[in-house]
């Protein structure tokens, strides 16, 4: 499926699209998570959770639509400015098992000749190395799936197909698909049998948002959405995007004002060190399935073309997105123990 809301957050780098398919039992298939905003120290998660982590697109290339994992500045920069930055909001509560795989470039997404395939392969890495996770590192513990823009489109494909009436949804804590456009009309269809995450501490379900600043236009945005998905479904409507407030967390509490937010990260993302967290620093509420949000100044967040805050649909609710994960942990604990 094309997803629309998938933009770019990589450097210039030709890559090779023929590489070696990763071995998911070498190390260096995996990034270990380790960095944290400025000055933040987490407690030290309790290991009872696993989190699988998948990272959005990070590489531009004139030539190649799928790339290397392993190349150096690649790497680096899908490391730094991604996986580090936002599989990090999860280290609070869990294990972070985080592939590194030939994700579909830039090229492959604006090529509707090539995407398909570019996205197949790049998913055939995802869906082993959730295998090998579950084969070898997993030993029937609750996990979460979670990942961004390209990354959440991979851990939508997961549920829809290795997850979704399987025994592993019995394990599954939540879904955390961000930063795509899963339309609500795909909650009855797709992912039957896959709640939707209405309440903070609900378990065994999925959720998403889409960022967007304040005041701007949401009309090309979800036209885009729903000829996209009519594009696949005969013409019919998908209704509106899914959105569950990244503050509340609960779908009866669209909106959520700045003195409640816990935590964004400043500063654009990119290579290097994050920059602290700052509390009651972003409002955001949902609205026709976006998250509209007014991010306080001096975030040092900066919107692409459009209004789209898509760069920052994880750094803006860092330490929400923790305290969260570590609430959702819990509660699946306490219902196991009754």
């Not at 933009?7 to 960095?35: C, H, I, K, M, N």
């Not at 997961?158 to 930063?179: D, F, N, P, T, W």
């Not at 920052?312 to 994960?325: K, S, T």
């Amino acid at each position: 499926m094309l997803l629309l809301a998938i933009v770019l957050t990589g450097v210039e780098r030709a890559v090779a699209a023929d590489v070696v398919p990763p071995d998911y039992s070498q190390p260096q298939y995996w990034t270990q998570v380790t960095a944290l905003p400025d000055g933040h120290v987490e407690p030290g998660a309790s290991g009872k959770v696993d989190v699988f982590w998948v990272h959005p697109t990070t590489t531009r290339s004139a030539t190649d639509f799928n790339h290397d994992p392993l190349d150096p500045a690649g790497l680096k920069w899908t490391d730094e400015s991604a996986v580090q930055r936002q599989a990090s909001a999860f280290a609070a509560c869990c294990r972070i098992f985080a592939p590194r795989y030939r994700a579909a470039t830039n090229k492959a997404l604006f090529d509707p000749a090539k995407r398909d395939a570019a996205f197949a392969l790049a998913y055939s890495d995802v869906e082993r190395a959730f295998d090998w996770y579950m084969a070898h590192e997993n030993a029937g513990r609750p996990f979460i799936l979670a990942g961004h823009s390209q990354g959440g489109a991979h851990v939508a494909s997961l549920l829809e197909k290795r997850i979704r009436g399987s025994a592993l949804q019995k394990r599954m804590v939540a879904a955390y698909v961000i930063g795509i456009n899963l339309m609500t009309a795909e909650l009855d269809t797709r992912f039957a049998g896959i709640p939707v995450c209405a309440k903070p501490a609900q378990t065994g379900c999925l959720l998403q948002w889409n960022a967007m600043l304040a005041g701007s236009d949401l009309e090309p945005v979800l036209a885009a959405y729903g000829k996209a998905y009519a594009a696949l479904h005969d013409g019919q409507s998908g209704g509106d995007p899914l959105c569950i407030n990244p503050v509340t967390f609960d779908a009866g509490r669209p909106l959520a004002i700045s003195s409640q937010a816990k935590g964004a990260v400043t500063g654009t993302p990119g290579l290097g060190a994050m920059g602290p967290l700052r509390s009651g620093a972003v409002a955001v509420e949902c609205r026709r399935g976006i998250a509209v949000v007014w991010p306080a100044p001096g975030l040092g967040l900066e919107p692409l073309p459009g209004g789209s805050m898509h760069y920052h649909d994880v750094g803006l609710f860092w330490a929400d997105i923790g305290a969260n994960a570590v609430l959702r942990a819990k509660a699946w604990e306490k219902a196991r123990r009754k």
